[in-house]
C-alpha cells in the first residue's frame, strides 16, 4: 500500500475500466476496485501489479492483486486465481495506469488530509527554507538556508540538515547529518522504452534514513520504485555519491565519494567501499566485505571478502592479475629494443 503521507490517490478504478484505459483485455473477473500499486510478488488487495518475468518467476507472484499487467504469453503461467489484464507492453501499460490512480504529493499539490506541519519549537529554521503540508520536525534539528521539505517528510531529533538539501517521500531518523546541497526522495533511473522513445517509469517507494547516518554533500538517495530505499543506522556516505532505487544498506557502513549505487542493491552491516566504487544493479555485498577504490562490482561480495579491480573480484587474485600484466608487458617493452 502505498504510503499516504506522499502519495495521494486520483481515483478509483475498476479493472474492467482500468483495462480499456490501457487498451487490455481481461481475464478473469472485473469488477475489483483498484486504489493502489504493488510489487507483483506481495501485492494485496485492492492493487494492481505487472509481470513479465519468466515462469519460475510466476510461482512467487501473489494472487491477492486486484489485476495484473501481464502478455498474452505470459499470462498462462501466473496463478489461475489472479485476474490478468492482457496488453502488448506491460511495462508501459503500467505506467500509464498507475499515473491515473496515483499521484507523488508536491508543494504546489500536496493534497488533502495532511494538516499543519509541527515543527518543534527548539528546531530552527534557516532563511528562505520551503516547508510543505504535513512536514514534522523534532527537537534540536537545524535546517540550512534554502531547504526545500516536501509533504509529509518526517525529521526526527538532532538532525542537522545543509543549506540548499532536498527532501520528498523521506523519514529521517535521530541525529541524521545531511550536508548541503544532497536530494532524498526523487525518482529513480528506471526508464521505459516504447516507440515513442524514452520515458520514466512511476516510482511510489519512500526513502528510510535511520539514526545517525551521515550524508556528505550533493548526495542524491532515490526513493523506491515499489518499496524503500533504505540506510541503516550510522551508515556514513561521501560527498557526489549516488544511491539507487531501492537499495537496502545495512548498519555502520562506510561509502566514499563517489560511490555509486545502483537500484536494487543489498549491501550488509560494516561493510567498507573505497573512492568512486560502482555497483552493478541487483547485485548484493555481505556484511564485513571491503571494496577497493575504483572496484565495478557486477556479481555478488561473499560476507567479510576484500575485493578490487574492474570488474571486482577477490584482491589477492587482483593483484596477481595486476603483477602478470605488468611484468609481461615489461617483458615485451624489453623484446621490442632489442
Not at 289 to 312: K, Q
Amino acid at each position: 500500500m502505498h504510503d499516504l503521507r506522499f502519495y495521494h490517490s486520483i481515483r478509483k478504478v475498476s479493472v474492467s475500466e482500468l483495462a480499456s484505459l490501457i487498451g487490455g483485455q481481461v481475464v478473469g473477473p472485473g469488477d475489483e476496485e483498484i486504489i493502489t500499486v504493488a510489487p507483483a510478488q506481495s501485492s494485496t488487495v485492492g492493487a494492481l501489479s505487472f509481470f513479465m518475468g519468466n515462469a519460475a518467476q510466476a510461482a512467487d507472484v501473489s494472487d491477492a492483486a486486484a489485476a495484473c499487467i501481464t502478455t498474452e504469453k505470459l499470462q498462462g503461467v501466473l496463478p489461475e486465481t489472479l485476474t490478468k489484464i492482457v496488453v502488448g507492453n506491460p511495462q508501459k501499460a503500467f505506467a500509464q495506469a498507475a499515473n491515473t490512480i496515483l499521484a507523488l504529493r508536491t508543494h504546489d499539490n500536496p493534497g488533502k488530509n495532511l494538516g499543519e506541519s509541527r515543527i518543534s519549537e527548539h528546531a530552527r529554521i534557516g532563511p528562505n527554507a520551503v516547508i510543505s503540508a504535513g512536514v514534522e520536525i523534532g527537537d534540536g534539528s537545524v535546517l540550512g538556508a534554502n531547504c526545500v521539505i516536501g509533504p509529509g517528510v518526517r525529521i526526527g531529533r538532532g538532525c542537522v540538515i545543509g543549506s540548499g538539501v532536498v527532501i520528498d517521500a523521506a523519514l529521517i531518523g535521530n541525529n541524521v547529518r545531511i550536508k548541503s546541497n544532497s536530494v532524498l526522495g526523487g525518482d529513480g533511473f528506471g526508464l521505459l522504452a516504447s516507440e515513442e522513445g524514452l520515458a520514466p517509469m512511476p516510482h511510489f517507494g519512500r526513502v528510510i534514513i535511520q539514526d545517525g547516518v551521515g550524508l556528505g554533500s550533493n548526495v542524491c538517495v532515490d526513493r523506491g520504485a515499489f518499496e524503500d530505499t533504505v540506510i541503516g543506522e550510522n551508515t556514513q556516505v561521501d560527498n557526489l555519491s549516488h544511491i539507487g532505487h531501492n537499495v537496502q544498506i545495512g548498519r555502520n557502513s562506510l561509502i566514499a565519494a563517489f560511490g555509486g549505487i545502483s537500484g536494487s542493491v543489498k549491501i550488509g552491516d560494516w561493510v567498507q567501499m573505497g573512492g568512486r566504487v560502482g555497483v552493478s544493479d541487483h547485485v548484493t555485498v555481505g556484511s564485513h566485505a571491503r571494496l577497493a577504490a575504483d572496484s565495478a562490482v557486477m556479481r555478488d561480495v561473499p560476507e567479510g571478502e576484500t575485493w578490487g579491480g574492474a570488474p571486482a573480484r577477490p584482491i589477492q587474485t587482483w593483484k596477481r592479475e595486476v603483477v602478470w600484466v605488468s611484468r609481461n608487458a615489461a617483458r615485451k617493452k624489453s623484446k621490442e629494443k632489442d
